[in-house]
DNA sequence: CAGTTTATTGTAAGTACTTACAATTATTCT
DNA sequence: AGAATAATTGTAAGTACTTACAATAAACTG
């Protein structure tokens, strides 16, 4: 069944039913009623493929992470997918990896499959290296990418991120003004939202008139275990500290796992923040302090940026949204 | 760019050129390569509307699920979108929600979009009203359906699931065996999983000469602290249970936080069962012993099947995978 | 080497839409 | 009412592929 078997019945040429499938004003009210009635007694649906050849859009944005089932990760996801939606697009989700290679090889795929636009979600698309994001620069000519908690400078490019260095600066400075002394930095990304939030709490450190000596900067695989395992073996080293900031709630949950087995008591010997307010903070005992890095928003950001650049809006490249403090158990204040 | 500049380019029509891309044999050697040359010389991609156009199908599938933020169903999203690509097929991501009248619009949608298949993720498509099942039923009459860890009978209707019942009455039976007497079952959902798992439970009491008493079985928001409080609350009506088997690990990670908070240790006084082998299994202290559900073995079945569907092979429209009880720190066996 | 078979290539007709431009009809103005 | 203008509708030419069938070239056969 196509446009012309709807033609036909509704006495009126394909083109105006075309017209009524793609809500051109130029059609009279009662024509349209006619059409839109005959369409739905028929059950006709338009097909996509002919509609995307003469339109050259699927309405579809390729969203691309490094992996879907990470926390963070799968709630940009949901909320992407909800407010692309809302706004009739498709989402096509491409799991990457870590290779820059294979994020390069999906970057084209999705490229060659005509979507509108491209979702990076998550910091990990930027390379430290610049000439590594050479091919998010040049793809950018054909289409336009996003960046969800991300920042490349370049045309057609847009950002949308967490200010993560206000985030750590007043999540330490917290701490301090608590009596805290001994802060430990656990992070696992060097990325540009992982290098902002170490340099936020450097920053609210140094302001406090103290300073993140190197061995109190450790790098861990995000991992609870792995964190914990970690802390363990810095007590054993005589490493003294009273506070850890962490740049993700699997990192604190380790930390809290890691008093429960040292006989520390959380936050009267130690305090705990985490990142990103996911499901791990509710599920430590006790309950986690963590930076809500405010996904939701930053995904309704995004979605609202695209659109205005479909729109031919005139949007700003660059949108930040401050996070959130959530102060729970692992803190005394 | 199209086919006939590289027609022109490698002096063969356009006929020739297309069946160089669909890797139709009768092509020559010679030809082939010259093509081929052309192609990468230009930098030619064929356009996927007017592909799909001709070969009325995108290579993509359909992927539902109520919350791609739920963390089954993040994972199960994961692996399906990593099996399907590796088959070279994209997926089309949908969050429906939990309204049945949001499920079908959904649905319909997907099917409107021509992907080649739908796989509905996660056991809360099937309605326990059979009639409101019937949407899937018609829908499988054009297009093959795919259940992750649900089951309908149908014509072009396809289920792998979990043999939760193995895995309920294996845990269960543990329990008894390891001198448990009064067993709590703590689930969410009445689902096809949701059912089977009570009646694993149900049959292993049995078995070992016990009951599963109605005030034994209760109904809980999937929610850490909702579960933390219906114990807290059940237990200050009275009554006495040695051992919890939940549906999920967020409602079982309610239980060891049930416990802190009551002063019961664990797995002294009580013992904890979970579900899914998700990250909150690991996150708890003392971390949880949880059936693994096999969602990637679960995945690869669904995405296996659907190829043999797709290649014409005769495929077992019901597939059931094993589970694996994961023994850690909340049992004492 | 002519005739037959097989391998390769080309022609042309789908596939189902969009849209510029032309044609028609309706409305407004004088 | 007739002309001018505006609103609506239709015609036809894209859009970029696939593929059945025809045509040609190559390989084999006796």
Do not use: W
């Given at each position: 069944m196509n446009i012309y078997d709807v033609s036909k019945k509704a006495n009126v040429s394909i083109a105006t039913v075309s017209r009524v499938l793609n809500g051109n004003p130029n059609v009279s009210d009662k024509t349209r009623a006619r059409v839109l009635e005959v369409m739905e007694n028929l059950g006709y649906t338009p097909n996509v493929f002919a509609r995307g050849l003469g339109l050259n859009t699927m309405r579809t944005i390729g969203i691309m992470c490094s992996d879907s089932s990470d926390l963070y990760l799968a709630n940009a996801i949901y909320y992407l997918e909800r407010d692309l939606r809302l706004n009739g697009y498709d989402s096509i989700l491409c799991c990457t990896g870590y290779e820059l290679e294979t994020k390069q090889k999906y970057f084209d795929l999705l490229c060659s499959k005509r979507v509108d636009a491209i979702i990076l979600a998550g910091s990990k698309f930027i390379e430290?290296?610049?000439?590594?994001?050479?091919?998010?620069?040049?793809?950018?000519?054909?289409?336009?990418?996003?960046?969800?908690?991300?920042?490349?400078?370049?045309?057609?490019?847009?950002?949308?991120?967490?200010?993560?260095?206000?985030?750590?600066?007043?999540?330490?400075?917290?701490?301090?003004?608590?009596?805290?002394?001994?802060?430990?930095?656990?992070?696992?990304?060097?990325?540009?939202?992982?290098?902002?939030?170490?340099?936020?709490?450097?920053?609210?450190?140094?302001?406090?008139?103290?300073?993140?000596?190197?061995?109190?900067?450790?790098?861990?695989?995000?991992?609870?275990?792995?964190?914990?395992?970690?802390?363990?073996?810095?007590?054993?080293?005589?490493?003294?500290?009273?506070?850890?900031?962490?740049?993700?709630?699997?990192?604190?949950?380790?930390?809290?796992?890691?008093?429960?087995?040292?006989?520390?008591?959380?936050?009267?010997?130690?305090?705990?923040?985490?990142?990103?307010?996911?499901?791990?903070?509710?599920?430590?005992?006790?309950?986690?302090?963590?930076?809500?890095?405010?996904?939701?928003?930053?995904?309704?950001?995004?979605?609202?940026?695209?659109?205005?650049?479909?729109?031919?809006?005139?949007?700003?490249?660059r949108t930040t949204i401050a996070a959130d403090l959530i102060k729970r158990a692992t803190t005394n204040f």
């Open positions: 430290p290296r610049p000439k590594d994001n050479a091919y998010i620069q040049s793809a950018a000519a054909m289409i336009p990418i996003m960046l969800l908690n991300g920042y490349l400078e370049g045309e057609n490019i847009y950002s949308t991120i967490c200010d993560d260095f206000a985030a750590t600066y007043h999540a330490a400075s917290q701490l301090i003004r608590s009596g805290r002394r001994k802060l430990l930095y656990l992070y696992t990304s060097t990325s540009y939202s992982g290098a902002n939030k170490l340099k936020g709490c450097q920053a609210a450190l140094k302001d406090g008139g103290l300073c993140l000596e190197p061995e109190y900067i450790h790098q861990c695989r995000k991992d609870i275990t792995a964190a914990k395992e970690l802390l363990l073996s810095l007590r054993e080293q005589g490493l003294e500290f009273d506070s850890i900031l962490a740049s993700s709630d699997s990192l604190a949950a380790g930390a809290v796992k890691y008093a429960h087995a040292a006989g520390i008591s959380i936050p009267d010997e130690l305090s705990v923040i985490g990142y990103n307010n996911s499901i791990l903070s509710r599920c430590t005992d006790p309950e986690l302090t963590t930076i809500d890095s405010k996904v939701e928003a930053l995904c309704a950001s995004t979605v609202n940026t695209l659109m205005g650049v479909f729109g031919g809006v005139n949007v700003p490249s």
